[in-house]
């Protein structure tokens, strides 16, 4: 299984608020290179980077803190995403923490559908590589597990953990572009 590692917030807003697009300052050359396009229909790894230190960077643990409490002003404006945030403090009954926002190792497990430059996602960043991920499953506990640049193979014995868990929950149906079709 391939993974990816985010930077907070955005691996819990994958897991959680339903972000369906992972934004790739990447060039196709590079995409290509790493083996994206192989990688599309997978179901890959969603993997949280290390935290910020803290105290090291104030500016950083608040931003976190506002995707928890002012959504509006920091996720985009799709209100799917408030809806999955309402949610998600109600099933936990209480706005999650800054530690809940920043929880490193791998998260959720999503399938890699397509890849673009042109998502009109409300989460896609003009002029940047966009994957498009759906059927995520946030995972009940995160494995912890060193992250790469890239994408990067999840050790076996890292991977075995993720799919226990994953094999306890349904997994979505997907509608995946495959082969030439990859950055169309």
């Known amino acids: 299984m391939k993974a990816i590692t985010l930077r907070h917030p955005w691996a819990f807003c ?23 396009p192989e ?8 993997h949280g980077g290390a935290p910020v230190r803290p105290g090291r960077s104030e500016a950083w643990e608040q931003h976190c803190l506002e995707v928890a409490y002012i959504g509006k002003r920091i996720l ?30 791998i998260v959720a497990v999503t399938t890699l559908t397509h890849v673009t430059r042109a998502s009109r996602s409300p989460w896609a960043v003009k002029g940047q590589l966009h994957l498009l991920l759906s059927g995520t499953v946030a995972l009940p506990e995160s494995v ?23 094999h306890r929950m349904p997994v979505g149906a997907t509608q995946v ?8």
Do not use: F, S
Not at 39 to 46: D, F, H, K, N, P
Not at 78 to 96: F, I, K, S, T, Y
């Open 14 to 36: 994958v897991a959680h608020l339903g972000k369906p697009v992972e934004n790739r300052d990447w060039t196709d050359a590079y995409a290509e290179r790493i083996g994206l």
């Open 39 to 46: 990688t599309l229909g997978e179901t890959i790894a969603i």
């Open 76 to 105: 985009p404006n799709d209100p799917a995403a408030v809806d999955h945030l309402q949610a998600w403090n109600a099933r936990m009954g209480r706005r999650p923490t800054y530690e809940d926002l920043v929880t490193p190792g």
């Open 144 to 166: 912890p597990c060193r992250g790469a640049l890239g994408l990067w193979e999840v050790p076996a014995e890292v991977e075995a953990q993720v799919l226990a868990q994953v």
């Open 177 to 184: 572009m495959t082969g030439e079709e990859w950055l169309r």
